[in-house]
């Protein structure tokens, strides 16, 4: 079966504000940069003070929503890059609309539902030769890994589940595994957990090389313990896939399930739990937590920053779906908004 590239509808990247030239991407608090509380503080304040296009323009909610939900080095980055826009309206809706250009629609067109895109480009005084010097880099992950990584994933979480329990059944009928009488079985995947998607792209088109470049550029500028860890290239790693059974796996690529890491040395998850499909066993959302173990301990264990970041999209994407306030169309910046599409 074919892969279907779900970026093909991407066009462009929104641009981005930011800090300014010899700022780091991923910058932490330093006697040159106060505090993260103070520096989000006075973002915060930047943003109380936003002039709202129409009743529609929700740029100040989505920022203050990334803010309340980055790691603490992404919301550093965040607001800097707020406070080196304040009192720029026009470059705090660019802001806006690269965060749910490059990082929300991404995220949402890999999981299954497709907004229509146009990935917004950084106006960082950095980005433009950050990404071009990316673009020479970057080459995709061959799809053809993707059996290994199954096969690997399988035998590393025990030919089952890693959140419902459920067994692998093809498994049990290749005489893998033999699962304790009453254990139910089912089909399982190989789910990623930052999407397999991200490293899919035309490396004859340009513009589709420049998005790439640009998609990783935002996830490694806002969730920098990515960075030097994945990308395009690496996808395909065993740290950044799980087996899941095929309902828990449309849920988990929806950003309706969620594992949020346990602080502490022994891989638990808090299962975090938004809005379920009709799909999703009732008894599977009765664990409130769950241990990654491997089973071979040649194939490492799911990394919790890859879990750590899904989550945190996850909790982000909640929180627009409770106001329904979030519209993945873009703010145009001279004050004339885009219609969203799906």
Excluded at 97 to 123: E, H, W
Aim: with cysteine.
């Amino acid at each position: 079966m074919s892969y279907e590239d779900p970026f093909h509808a991407i066009v462009s990247i929104s641009p981005h504000p930011s800090p300014g030239p010899g700022e780091d991407v991923g910058v932490m608090p330093t006697a040159r940069h106060p505090d993260l509380a103070q520096t989000r503080s006075e973002a915060i304040l930047v943003l109380q003070h936003y002039t709202p296009l129409n009743r529609h323009d929700d740029t100040a909610l989505l920022l203050r929503t990334f803010l309340n939900n980055l790691p603490d080095d992404g919301k550093l980055a965040l607001a800097l890059d707020v406070l080196s826009v304040a009192g720029e309206d026009n470059k705090l809706r660019q802001l806006r609309n690269f965060l749910v250009d490059a990082i929300l629609k991404p995220m949402q067109i890999a999981g299954g539902k497709t907004p229509r895109v146009y990935v917004s480009a950084p106006t960082n005084p950095n980005a433009p030769d950050e990404i071009e010097e990316a673009m020479t880099e970057i080459e995709s992950s061959p799809r053809n890994d993707q059996q290994k990584l199954k096969t690997d994933c399988l035998r590393r979480d025990g030919f089952r589940c890693v959140i419902s329990g459920l067994y692998d059944r093809q498994s049990i009928r290749d005489h893998l595994v033999t699962p304790p009488a009453g254990n139910p079985s089912g089909g399982t995947e190989c789910a990623h957990i930052l999407p397999f998607a991200l490293r899919k792209f035309n490396e004859r088109n340009a513009q589709q090389t420049e998005n790439a470049a640009t998609i990783w550029w935002g996830l490694h500028r806002y969730f920098p313990s990515l960075r030097n860890k994945i990308d395009a290239g690496s996808i395909n790693q065993p740290q950044n896939a799980m087996t899941l059974a095929v309902q828990v796996h449309d849920d988990f690529g929806s950003y309706d399930v969620a594992l949020s890491p346990i602080q502490g040395p022994d891989n638990k998850y808090h299962i975090q739990l938004f809005e379920l499909s009709t799909t999703f066993p009732p008894s599977y959302a009765q664990r409130p937590m769950v241990t990654l173990t491997s089973r071979n301990t040649s194939i490492p264990v799911p990394d919790p920053v890859y879990l750590d970041t899904h989550a945190r999209i996850a909790r982000i994407l909640e929180a627009f779906r409770e106001s329904g306030t979030l519209h993945l169309g873009l703010v145009d910046i001279q004050g004339q908004r885009t219609a969203a599409s799906s």
